[in-house]
């Protein structure tokens, strides 16, 4: 009896959720940056009732398209101003956003202008975001401003803010010393080399001069590796870089970071196919596709400082290896402060 009505509950959902659809798509349409209505399937299948986060990344046009004006970026200044009561009002939340300052991987590709990572407490509530009928409007700012959107869903809850503290190492405000910053870049470098999972000292000056006196917000974006080979047998790449976590938390802890997300990618979309998801199912590799995006994390940083002195420190130096054996891809866009 009790399985019965729970299938007629899901059914009854799936109705509901299809009714949905149809309104979006008829209100959206399919092209372009809009979700089609099987993306949308996938959106309310993933987050139905449960939360779900959006990480975009968007790539603004030089000119907004008319009837708009200005640049791509007066444009979505505009978008935010306009739909921001409405998230509100549906509960959403912005976890991290931003100009795209810096990029730096493996596999960095065509970086985006800004990256805006979003939260939702369910992915009926998106829905209801869409529906407003003073979403429509403000959307159009958004259409004129973009020259691409990918988007990609992670399903969860966000991690639990930790309580305030010290902002870690360095994190008072003053800017950076050449001659010290040098002797640590120096030091970072001789610790773990240049390029691939590693910034290149070039990357490490640039995030010194951006993050001296601020902090550091960084958006990165992995591709795991199918399996790993260990003295104990092999295991996922997923696995080698939940050791990395595991290994480097002390560090991170120690210099005041705070983890903003992290989460596997369910699916993908936008008018750029450049990113997309690894799979449909979470927990499982992207198998040969090199350029498949399996996972994004997001941390933040009292300051540069205090990321280098988690790379100096002797916990992270000897988890990193599970990090180089277990991504074989790593995207990182450092965003500027806001």
């Known amino acids: 009896m009790h399985e019965q009505t729970d299938q007629q509950d899901a059914a009854t959902q799936i109705g509901e959720h299809e009714r949905t659809i149809d309104r979006l798509v008829t209100m959206y349409g399919e092209a372009g940056i809009h979700k089609s209505a099987d993306d949308w399937r996938v959106v309310m299948r993933a987050g139905g009732d449960r939360p779900i986060n959006l990480v975009n990344l968007l790539a603004l046009a030089d000119e907004a398209a008319a009837p708009d004006r200005g640049s791509g970026a007066d444009a979505y200044d505009r978008y935010t101003t306009d739909v921001a009561p409405l998230f509100g009002r549906v509960g959403g939340r912005l ?201 994004v994390v997001v941390t933040r940083y009292p300051s540069a400082s205090a990321l280098a002195a988690m790379w100096l420190d002797d916990e992270f130096v000897a988890a990193h290896r599970h990090r180089v054996a277990g991504v074989r891809r790593s995207d990182v866009h450092l965003l500027a402060a806001v």
């Open 95 to 295: 976890v991290a956003g931003g100009s795209v300052a810096h990029s730096f991987g493996l596999d960095p590709g065509d970086r985006p202008d800004r990256v805006v990572v979003s939260h939702y407490p369910s992915a009926t509530a998106l829905a209801d975001l869409w529906l407003d009928p003073d979403h429509e409007p403000a959307h159009h700012h958004r259409v004129a401003a973009l020259r691409s959107s990918r988007v990609l869903l992670v399903p969860g809850q966000l991690p639990p803010r930790p309580p305030r503290s010290s902002d870690g190492p360095d994190g008072t405000g003053t800017s950076h010393d050449d001659r010290a910053t040098a002797a640590t870049i120096d030091r970072l470098v001789d610790l773990h080399g240049e390029g691939g999972m590693c910034p290149t000292a070039a990357d490490w000056w640039r995030i010194f001069d951006l993050g001296a006196d601020r902090p550091v917000t960084i958006v990165n974006l992995l591709g795991h590796e199918p399996t790993v080979r260990t003295p104990d047998g092999d295991v996922s790449g997923a696995d080698a870089y939940r050791a990395y976590s595991a290994g480097i938390a002390g560090a991170f802890r120690r210099v005041g970071g705070r983890l903003l997300l992290s989460g596997h990618v369910r699916h993908a979309w936008g008018s750029d196919d450049a990113v997309t998801s690894g799979d449909a199912r979470p927990g499982t590799p992207s198998g040969d596709d090199h350029h498949a995006i399996d996972a």
